[in-house]
Each structure stands twice: as structure tokens, then as C-alpha cells.
């Protein structure tokens, strides 16, 4: 019994060397001009951080569907906001505002 179970212990380890040298002849290197930076870049050389965030209130924009809900009588309205996200540079001191609109869908189906 204890000779069935280190043999079969050995043999696992042999196959799990064997994959993960296998695994490691597939990595490629990594050239510096490759890597791209994960912030936005100032043109004083300096970086933007985020500042702050602000939201307009939800409201109505006129676009409506039948509702989602199955209801004979009534539609689903689309609501939408604002969403202000404000950065700075950590240099400069240079800012921006950027604007995207969220939006989402309140029922107002009955039967």
C-alpha cells in the first residue's frame, strides 16, 4: 500500500513538473516600448488624477417603450442623467471635465 502511494505521488509530481515547464516555454518578454501608461498624460509632463465626481437629478427625456412587465395599458419611461467626472494635473495644475449620460428605464405599465 505505502509503495502504490509513493509511486503514484511520484508520478504526479514528474507530470506537474513536466506541464509547468511546458507552460513556461510559452512566455514572451515584455519590451519597455510596449508598456503603455495607465494615466492620461499632460503635455507639461505630468499626470491627471480624478477630483471628483457629480451627477445631474434623473429625469424624463421623452423616450418611452412598451413596458418590459407585459402590461396591456401604460409604457415604460426612459429616465437620464449626467454624470461629470472632473481631473487635475499633478504638475500644471491644468483641468477637464468629462461628460457621459447614464440611463434607465422606470415602468409605469398597469392592468
Given at each position: ?18 506541464v509547468m515547464n ?43 417603450r412598451k413596458c ?44
Open positions: 500500500m505505502k509503495k502504490t502511494m509513493k509511486v503514484c505521488l511520484m508520478s504526479l509530481a514528474i507530470a506537474l513538473t513536466a511546458v507552460g513556461l516555454m510559452n512566455v514572451s518578454s515584455v519590451h519597455a516600448a510596449e508598456v503603455q501608461p495607465r494615466a492620461i498624460l499632460c503635455s507639461c509632463g505630468g499626470t491627471f488624477y480624478g477630483t471628483g465626481i457629480t451627477y445631474t437629478s434623473w429625469s424624463r427625456d421623452g423616450v418611452t418590459s412587465h407585459g402590461y396591456p395599458w401604460g409604457e415604460d419611461h426612459r429616465l437620464s442623467r449626467s454624470k461629470i467626472s472632473s481631473y487635475k494635473c499633478t504638475n500644471c495644475g491644468l483641468g477637464y471635465e468629462e461628460k457621459t449620460t447614464e440611463y434607465y428605464w422606470e415602468c409605469h405599465g398597469y392592468k
